[in-house]
């Protein structure tokens, strides 16, 4: 019996996304990496650093747009909320080095009352994932955490504020990439 390979060309979308956000947010030394084997359930991409030859495993999860109440406009600001719904074995059993959490944030142009649905990332180390949850969450229905990342873009802040709140403006965007592109480097 030959191996099993996942098929390319149902590529999840989200990343699909990821991996262009990432072609835009590394340097040109560190390659995105797609894994065909079947075997790494736990791995989406790869990063490695074609140079010195070091790598990270990456784990996407991505959530849908969400529409914000204006009760949370009021109470949070600007932006929008992600949602994942993550059973804790997906975190804390996971082999990825990172999880790259993709959250599609309604965003409006105050002069023009134009809206976009703009992709922002939260790239969070899976041992740090882990420290937050044991600090942070209560494990729900099903063994499983439900995660809500509110993610303001004009002031570039995010937080997740299910169960007791804390920040994650140091995992977001360009911050949670400065960390990987240091550590391939």
């Not at 797609?34 to 010195?52: E, G, R, S, Y």
Request: charged share 30%; net charge positive; proline share 3%.
């Amino acid at each position: 019996m030959g191996r099993a390979y996942k098929n390319f060309w149902s590529l999840n979308t989200d990343e699909a996304v990821v991996t262009g956000i990432l072609r835009d947010s590394t340097p040109k030394n560190i390659e995105v990496l797609m894994p065909i084997n079947a075997q790494m359930k736990d791995t989406d991409l790869i990063l490695m650093n074609v140079d010195n030859k070091k790598a990270l495993k990456i784990q996407v999860k991505g959530s849908r747009a969400y529409e914000p109440r204006k009760s949370e406009i009021v109470k949070y600001g600007d932006g929008s909320t992600g949602w994942f719904y993550l059973k804790k074995d997906t975190i804390y059993k996971n082999t990825a080095d990172y999880f790259i959490f993709l959250i599609y944030v309604i965003e409006e142009n105050k002069k023009t009352g134009r809206r976009i649905i703009s992709p922002h990332t939260l790239t969070i180390p899976t041992k740090e994932l882990i420290q937050l949850c044991n600090k942070n969450k209560k494990i729900g229905k099903g063994d499983k955490y439900n995660f809500f990342f509110w993610i303001n873009p004009i002031k570039k802040i995010s937080f997740e504020f299910k169960d007791e709140s804390y920040d994650t403006t140091m995992f977001l965007n360009k911050n949670g990439f400065d960390r990987f592109n240091q550590e391939l480097q």
